[in-house]
């Protein structure tokens, strides 16, 4: 039993009165007693007897930190260590920051706590239990495990969210809701109401949270044309939870996780997800990322907690799933609530109607308010009607523009000031920058334009412009030795504006910063994916730097890729992460991706960025911009006639169209592919070609022509390879399909298990994967239940290995029909169910008559015959319009089970259209006249 009558003496200046009283009610929700003067000055009380009573009477002595506290004469008197410390038992101090300053040497000695990071709280109850024994009245505060440093410092109060705040209490304890989506411009307070919100609940142990975990996507990147990933956030979430994975598909990772999160009342906090949406287009607000989709997906029907998210796009995948999905538009503040974040600010003087005319002007846009409170105060002697002095105010459409005009302003004003140079300097990052990054820049030689203004990292100049930016809400609010951070908006706009002023400073930043994270890595070609990350980072300062053909070659091709091996993604599944390094190869626009390699570049190393970034899109499920970049391709190498490029190119876009479900523009680009391969003399790709040819023929249900030329494709394979004389990896795929269609399974298991053991020598996972497939459909036409399920089963993980999304969904629905046979309704649905989905998000439109006849007999074989009918007519309904007449028979089949008559099918029409197809194709791209 504790003698003092209080756990805690509160310290502070009268001018932050207000916060403080805030947190000495957390603290006394907490269970603490808490001495606080507004609670114990009474009328007619002697101040300075009162004061020293509660001294005397309290265990710890808390004190505020502030500009304001550390010029109080006041807190000088509490805070004398002499006075606190009188008895023969000395009494702990425990210092805490409300704001930047200036820290009195008589507590520098004793470490902070900052009360604007997110588990504030939790660390002041930790310093109070470890500082001594407090009051038996006070219970026990439960904390749960929880990670929120990857969430932003947001700082500053919040204003007119009362309803929003309210809102969010009602999501997380009514249980009802699964994930809950803030939708809003940049600037407008998404993330700053989350956080208060956090702050809010955190006094009674995040209302019964068993974890939280937080990350912000802005951390990667600010601008939306970044190719975010969120491969470090799925490894850090793993970590975080206590699980080590290597999953490669990103589906896998995705479901994973989910069941994870599931498992308990956690509550995750995904801050600015827009970079991993796609950007204004038909896909809209789509999530891009598979393994995210996945993730989603799976915690929008389950979750015991919840999943909370800001984001600057309404979640598309999202809309349909309304059962457990809270997804709101953030509006912008009202002229009220401007008004009172405007008046907020110490020495801004006017009128309530002049502060809410201000509000309106500005469009209720927070950040854009926050600034011009600061400016007014700091330029103009903080009167509101001198706002006008801002440049080209009437011009701003929106609130992000009414912010770059005020930051436009602070530019002007801070004109040969060092603070204005650490703007510049934090405008070259794209996430908070750490000490180590920010000395790699400042280090001698001064950088003329950008660093020659900028005083040493640890002198006391330094942290006077740190203090000073943070005062003006231009700095996010952190301690001495927290990266130094700001919103998304302010880095952009200063970063553009270095950019364009300085280019010489600019590209000498990024030069060193290049040149820092290529040095980080111990090994020159790093093992695991934390360790490569330095190598991703360092691709696009090398980029912005002008060193296209170094970050190209000797980082991203010799250490990240280590040549043909292509080592992140083919032993690490880093196709996130692989994408957005190969982005910085390319000059492009948020709503136009993929459309110009970066002008720096060879002619040979833009057809390289074209035909990774293609792969890597197509392999990512990500159809409609890999067949941007291949027709990108295609023209590129016609008019470098380069013919055997150009060939290869065809061939790509010829299956990328089949997995479009567009076999008439597939058929096109196929004969294109055969004759730009006869003009290049090829012998291989006359050959791939001709088999390309040959399986668009079995799509399109010419059964005789294809195998015609799948039989000369591989003539022509066993006079170029004698050792290998059947068609192998994908042709060999392609022509073991055909077969299967004719029942010819015993002949197509010997191919299979022949061209297998030649994969398995080149260890070429997705053509493994392939022969597994095609062997598992043989066993099953066999009557060999135990072999297919096993071929069958490893497909379809060699298939999630290899991160091929775009053939992923033909091992899903064969294993589905495996679970059919074998009377396994459960996993066939669920197999079908991940295959549509695949297909679906990647607009990979082939895949739809088949999964739809599988469920039609599936429907069928439970006695559902309704259910089989309309599952059947929707797959007619496509293969008519697609012209896959491949599954017609199959559909006829059904038809007939379910006492139908078969559909006629049209097909003259389809022919007539692939002639003026091809017709066009050769128009649009003339071969050499021979």
């Known amino acids: 039993m504790s003698d003092y009558q209080w756990d805690l003496f509160l310290s502070h200046s009268s001018k932050d009165k207000e916060a403080v009283e805030q947190w000495a009610t957390r603290l006394r929700d907490a269970g603490l007693k808490v001495w606080l003067d507004k609670w114990e000055l009474k009328g007619g009380d002697r101040i300075a007897g009162t004061i020293e009573e509660g001294l005397e009477g309290s265990e710890r002595l808390m004190v505020f ?12 008197v509490e805070t004398d260590v002499s006075l606190f410390q009188k008895r023969s038992v000395k009494r702990p101090i425990i210092p805490v920051l409300l704001s930047e300053c200036k820290i009195r040497p008589l507590l520098t000695p004793i470490k902070h706590i900052d009360l604007r990071e997110l588990d504030a709280l939790r660390r002041l109850l930790a310093a109070v239990q470890s500082s001594g024994p407090v009051s038996s009245s006070a219970p026990a505060v439960a904390a749960p495990n929880l990670d929120l440093s ?44 989350v956080v208060e ?80 949406q796609y950007p204004p287009g038909v896909q809209l607000g789509r999530i ?120 436009a302003s602070y530019e002007l004003w801070l004109q040969e000031k060092p603070e204005l140079a650490l703007l510049y300097l934090l405008g070259l990052f794209d996430r908070p920058a750490g000490a180590a990054e920010l000395q790699a820049v400042l280090a001698a030689p001064a950088i003329e334009g950008l660093t020659e203004r900028l005083p040493d990292l640890d002198g006391e100049e330094w942290r006077y412009a740190l203090t000073d930016l943070r005062t003006l809400r231009l700095l996010a609010p952190g301690g001495p030795e927290s990266p130094l951070d700001c919103h998304p ?157 150009a060939a290869i190119a065809a061939s790509n876009l010829g299956q990328s169209s089949l997995v479009g479900a567009d076999l008439p523009e597939a058929i096109a680009y196929a004969r294109l592919a055969v004759a730009l391969a006869d003009v290049s003399g090829d012998a291989f790709w006359q050959m791939a070609n001709r088999a390309l040819q040959a399986a668009l023929q079995h799509q399109l249900g010419a059964l005789e022509p294809a195998g015609t030329l799948f039989r000369a494709a591989e003539a022509m394979q066993c006079q170029q390879q004698p050792d290998y004389p059947l068609l192998y990896s994908l042709r060999g795929y392609w022509y073991n399909a055909l077969l299967l269609t004719q029942q010819q399974h ?43 399920e096993r071929w069958l089963q490893q497909a379809v993980a060699d298939l999630r290995r290899a991160g091929a999304q775009d053939h992923l969904p033909r091992g899903l629905i064969a294993r589905a029909g495996y679970y059919r046979l074998r009377q396994r309704w459960e996993p066939a649905r669920q197999d079908l169910a991940e295959a549509g989905e695949i297909s679906q998000r990647g607009e990979m439109h082939y895949f739809a008559p088949h999964i739809l006849l599988e469920q039609s007999q599936l429907a069928q074989a439970q006695g559902q015959s309704g259910l089989a009918t309309e599952f059947l007519e929707q797959a007619e309904a496509r293969i008519q319009q697609t012209a896959l007449f491949v599954f017609a028979p199959l559909a006829d089949q059904l038809r007939r089970q379910l006492g139908g008559t078969a559909r006629v099918w049209e097909r003259e029409g389809v022919q007539r259209q692939i002639e003026a197809k091809t017709k066009q194709m050769f128009k649009k791209y003339p071969l050499p006249s021979r």
């Open 65 to 76: 930190l502030s500009p304001d506290s550390m010029g109080s004469q006041w807190v000088e």
């Open 150 to 193: 990857h969430l932003p410092n947001t700082g500053g109060q919040l204003f007119g969210r009362d309803a929003m705040l309210e809102a969010l209490d009602r999501v997380w304890q009514g249980h009802k809701w699964r994930i809950g989506v803030l939708v809003a411009e940049g600037g407008v307070g998404k993330t700053g109401l």
């Open 197 to 276: 919100w956090l702050n809010r609940i955190s006094h009674n142990g995040y209302a019964g949270a068993d974890w939280l975990f937080g990350w912000s996507f802005y951390s990667q990147g600010s601008r939306e044309d970044r190719q975010v990933s969120s491969d470090a956030f799925f490894t850090a979430c793993f970590k975080f939870l206590g699980v080590t994975t290597t999953y490669t598909d990103p589906h896998e990772r995705g479901q994973a996780l989910a069941a994870l999160v599931q498992a308990k009342r956690g509550l995750l906090l995904l801050d600015g997800l827009e970079p991993l």
């Open 288 to 407: 891009r990322d598979p393994a995210m989709a996945a993730f989603l997906n799976k915690l929008a029907w389950q979750n015991n907690g919840l999943c909370l998210i800001t984001t600057r796009v309404q979640v598309q995948d999202l809309v349909d799933k309304t059962a457990g999905v809270w997804q709101i538009a953030l509006d912008h503040l009202s002229v009220q609530a401007g008004a009172e974040l405007l008046a907020s600010y110490d020495g801004l003087t006017g009128s309530r109607a002049e502060l809410e005319q201000a509000a309106g002007e500005y469009g209720g846009h927070a950040l854009a308010l926050n600034l011009l409170g600061s400016y007014l105060v700091a330029v103009h002697g903080g009167d509101i009607c001198r706002r006008d002095r801002i440049k080209a105010l009437s011009k701003a459409r929106s609130g992000g523009e009414h912010a770059k005009k005020v930051m």
């Open 489 to 645: 908006l302010v880095r952009e706009y200063f970063g553009a504006q270095l950019q364009k002023k300085y280019p010489r400073a600019w590209r000498e930043a990024h030069r060193r910063l290049f040149d820092h994270f290529c040095a980080l890595p111990t090994q020159d070609q790093p093992d695991t994916l934390d360790e490569l990350l330095p190598l991703y980072r360092a691709i696009p300062h090398g980029c912005q730097a002008g060193l296209h053909q170094q970050a190209l070659h000797k980082v991203y091709l010799r250490r990240i890729r280590r040549g043909n091996e292509d080592y992140a993604t083919k032993k690490l599944g880093a196709y996130g992460v692989e994408l957005g390094a190969v982005a910085s190869f390319f000059a492009q626009p948020w709503s136009h991706p993929w459309s110009h390699p970066a002008a720096e570049l060879s002619a040979a190393d833009c057809a390289f960025a074209l035909n990774v970034a293609a792969f890597q899109l197509r392999a990512t499920g990500r159809l409609r911009e890999s067949l941007q970049v291949q027709v990108a391709g295609l023209k590129m190498d016609i008019q470098q006639e380069g013919w055997r490029n």
């Open 746 to 788: 015993a002949e197509v298991q010997q191919r299979a298990e022949k061209t297998l053991q030649w994969m398995k020598e080149g260890k070429f996972l997705l053509n493994i994967a392939l022969d597994q497939l095609t062997l598992g459909q043989a066993c099953i036409g066999l009557g060999r239940w135990d072999e297919a």
